[in-house]
């Protein structure tokens, strides 16, 4: 039987970092399951964290089993395809669904609302389909964004501009933004003023929420 041996120590550590990050910047953090689902720590993250996200839905029931349940977290989900097959377990226990495509959401749009728990509705941006008919976008309540693995503030720097503008017109029409994932924070040398600083400045620019996975 494998052994999986976590250092409780540098667990920590991460952990009151992205804590700072949380309290300094006035964001929300998730864990990303796909990177990390050892979820016999689960109840140490639940003292730091928001939530969890997913990428399915066995990664959704864990998430929902293991920190939403038992701690009252936030438990999202996305993924590039919803099967059929699983989409009414996951109105049942997920308070925010992230689409692929504006055209994802039109399909999914009246499942969701006439759900009996309102649930928070994202949508990753794809430039091309956001061009096409504005009415598939109605009633959404988020963005989100994916475009760094392990990288620095300075590529969340980079990125922010080109965000605004090509989706600003959005903003007054959502609550959150979610800058998704890679964002490498607790690697030796990460600017994390400047991570800070980028999230605060769309807080406070445009009113949204934050999300940092």
Not at 62 to 81: D, Q
Not at 185 to 208: D, H, M, Q, S
Request: aromatic share 12%.
């Amino acid at each position: 039987t494998p052994c999986y041996v976590i250092d409780e120590g540098a667990l920590k550590r991460n952990l009151e970092l992205l804590k700072l990050v949380r309290e300094k910047a006035g964001c929300k953090i998730l864990l990303a399951q796909k990177a990390f689902s050892a979820f016999a720590v689960y109840p140490l993250i639940a003292q730091y964290l928001d939530g969890v996200t997913a990428s399915g839905i066995f990664e959704a029931k864990l998430g929902y089993e293991e920190m939403a349940k038992p701690f009252g977290r936030e438990n999202h989900v996305f993924s590039p395809a919803y099967p059929e097959q699983d989409f009414d377990e996951l109105l049942k226990i997920c308070d925010h669904m992230v689409f692929n495509s504006p055209r994802q959401w039109a399909k999914f749009r009246d499942r969701v609302r006439a759900n009996d728990r309102y649930i928070q509705a994202g949508i990753r941006v794809t430039l091309e389909e956001f061009r096409k008919d504005p009415a598939l976008y109605e009633g959404i309540d988020g963005l989100h964004f994916h475009t760094m693995c392990e990288q620095g503030a300075d590529t969340l720097e980079r990125t922010l501009p080109h965000v605004e503008e090509k989706f600003g017109f959005m903003f007054d029409k959502i609550k959150w933004l979610n800058f998704g994932g890679g964002h490498h924070i607790t690697k030796p040398g990460y600017n994390v003023a400047k991570l800070i600083e980028c999230v605060k400045r769309i807080r406070e620019t445009y009113g949204l929420e934050v999300y940092l996975e």
